[in-house]
């Protein structure tokens, strides 16, 4: 690992702005064109895919130099990987790798950010992301769910941070729970013995944090057997399916996130959304569901030398392909009188909520702003409702319609299925 | 190099705290120079104000719109367009756009799609900018170069602001030369420096008709797209040939009977650059390719706009290619190749595919002329690429070069690349020396190759053109802070 690793990668880069806009192809007007918030909104090079590319293998060639202009780049960046998928269309070389290492060795050179410092210390004492307020597991009282750290269960609902303790987001795991009980599963909580996934304190640039929370809970799922995790996060969909196995830590666990198992049961018949639900919405792809939810390649390999940027053995790059697209479509699909239409910037090239990569903490004007843009997107449907698949999202979106006096309506993929069954 | 507490705070006051920055650890997310500064000016009036800074203070300056290339003197200012993206205008009567220069080719052309229209996107690619001024895949029924650029509005190095053509008389934008000041040959250089000091803020693109779809029907997930159908009344394929003199037989005759939307004389190399998504497996397809082809080829697109003209055009061609011994490449009649090439070559949309994967970097030399005469030279110019291969220098694409022809005539562009590792110090002295050696070749051959330089050796052989050019710029420019070279993408 490290940055160094990347400096053929950071050398490919031709300046030649397609990480700053969608995929050409798709590229439908003058409206909804850019891809990258933190370029769209900083407007200076160095707040692109390519520009951070540059910076980073400049900086490798003629030493590091902080500065606040440069923490004010590597900070304001959502990690959200647009950029990637945009470059990846064409070119074969990482872009967000060495944008995440960057990061991470600002962090480890101690160059951090004072909000991020505080929610890095939070995590250490709570273990949770956000702030902690009651018990973990407080949300769950009175449903009578199985303690899956004690007791034999199918499988884990992972909850998360936010929805565990944000009192807004707390009604997402009851959905979850609901649908999950009217499908019949056997599944449990780990309640208070839940920890973060340690996913957001990777992309904020706290390595060590995010590796002590991957071993908290891979030995707590290992303790109590567990063979399926399901989460209602992105993030911890990430964490868990894609983080871990980055660091050989995942096993053979099996993640999938709450929309890819609900569409699992309705196509096994063991759960039938019949109600209907008269709404016309949108649907929004979380990063980390979507392109950033693809499964983690594992590659070593030398450069072979010569004329092309290839290697021995070949190298598979990760252009978001393999993103969780299809089932929550298929879920929203399956639901009686809901009419779906898509926004311009969709899947793979979807445009961030503005929540990620710690900026929602650094920077909150600035995760407002690109989730103002996403609503705009989201009205230009004619839609009612912009629906997700993560609380971060849903909680950021919320707050740009709050912010705007906007009428859209925000939900989470959870709450549309609780109402049809 | 770093400007004055009191130079910074006079540009900052022009654009706002937010639009500068002098941090030399940012710059070279732009270039390796170090730049004084650099300014995202936000309209025609802030640029006017900077440059008029610029010429007080005596600093250099240079505007760039996505900034892919560029030369950029040390300690000059860069005055970055990013801000500068609106479409000011798509005026369908008297077809033209108005567009400010980070307007991308891609934003504009979906919006004239939608409106059954076109314009010419420049062979750099769609994600460059609209104003962009060159050559491009859809020469054929969009011409090129000067040819497309109506009025424009120009900050001149002194901070003037010049309105050409009709926009200086009437406020119109529909005609370059007139009613009003005509500036054509100052404005759209096509020798070097081939770049305008000072400034364009607006410009007028011509529009043409467009027979296809309002948009492509494109489906599935990058870098997987296909079209989930052909458009009606439109085939792309790809026709090899046994000799050079046949195909571009072929080629002058489908350009006289006017029946290609687009003929680009791709090489196979570029084929295969096209339809794949990773290096590995676009080495494989060239040789898959390579070996079904019979010879050099080009790469045509019908549009019909009926079923009865579509016909009509097909017929033509297929007797033409025929009657030249040309075969249709059968990887291209697959529909999910031809859709995908139709649709990447009419919104120029893998220009890096072609160029830039591989290896990171290429350089080429693009010529103007009669196109059997510039094949001609582009096949000498092939040749000398084969040492350079040999050696694992650069890329093997069979020593190949392309070009098209343009407004279905005689003229066109040839050009011949060489893609390389730019990291690899042997093999881009290697390029260079190409590069050089055969834009000598070219221009000892009384050919015209825009690589061509210095200005006061080529300029004896172009009429003394240099010594106008030297006259003029200092007449515009008298306190040289716009300096010449690199250009404007």
Known sequence: MGLEQY?????????????????????KGSAFSYACPSIARYNFHAYSGGGRLNIGAAMLKNGFKYTDKLLDVVYNCQLCGACGV??????????LQPITEFRLKCVADGKTNPALDKVIAGLRKTGSMVTARGKRGDWAAGLNLKDAAREKVDVLYHVGCLTSYDKDMQKLARAAVKILQKAGVNFGIAGNAETCCGGRAYQMGYEEDFLNQAKKNLAMIKKA?????????????????????KYNLKGDLEVLHISEYIARLIEEGKLKPRRKVNLSVTYH?????????????????????????????PKEYRRGTKGVYEPPRDVLKAIPGLKLTEMTRIKEYSWCCGAGGGVNESNPDFALWTAQERIDEAVATGAEAIVSACPWCEKTLGEAVKESSSAL???DIVELVEKAI | MALSKEVYKEFEAVVGEENICDDPVIMPAYYGTEFAAVILPGDTAEVQAVVRLCNRHKIIFRPICTGWTGMFPKGCVLLDLRRMNRIVEINEKNMYAVVEPYVISSELQAELFKRGLNFCIKGAGTNCSAMLRGHGHMDQTTSGDDRNHLAIEWVTPEGNIVRTGALGSADEWFCGDGPGPSLRSILTSAVPPGVTPGVFTKAAVKLYHWPGPAAYPIEGVSPHYQLSEIPPNMMARYYSFPSVEKMWQAELKIGEAEIAF?????????????????????EETFKRLNAEVQGPGFFVIIAGNSAADFAYKKKVLEKIVSEADGRSLKAAEDPRIEGILMCQCTRISASIRETFRNGGAFNSIPIMGQRDLTIKWAIGAGKAKEPLIKKGYIVDDGGAFFGWGVEQGHLGKTEIFCKFDPQNAEAKAAVEGWQKQET?????????????????EIGPALLNYHLWWSKLTKAIDPNGVSPEGGSLV
């Open chain 1, 7 to 27: 400096q053929g990668d950071m050398e490919m880069c031709c300046r030649c702005s397609a990480c700053k806009f969608i995929p050409m192809q798709k590229v």
């Open chain 1, 285 to 313: 792809d979380p990063c980390r569901l979507g392109r950033l939810g693809e499964p983690w390649v594992h590659w070593e390999g030398k450069k072979v030398p010569g004329d092309r940027f290839v290697f021995d053995p």
């Open chain 2, 440 to 456: 000598e070749r070219a221009f000892k051959e009384s050919y015209f190759a825009s690589t061509m330089g210095p200005q006061d």
């Open chain 2, 262 to 282: 687009e003929l680009m004389g791709f090489n196979i190399s570029m084929v295969a650059a096209n339809i794949t998504t990773s290096n590995e497996e676009e």
């Open chain 1, 86 to 95: 945009s470059c990846n269309y064409a070119m074969d070389m990482e872009v």
């Open chain 1, 409 to 411: 309506k925000v939900y």
């Open chain 1, 225 to 245: 057997g567990i063979k399926t995790l399901v989460t209602s996060c992105a993030d911890g969909y990430q964490a868990f399916k894609v983080l871990y196995d």
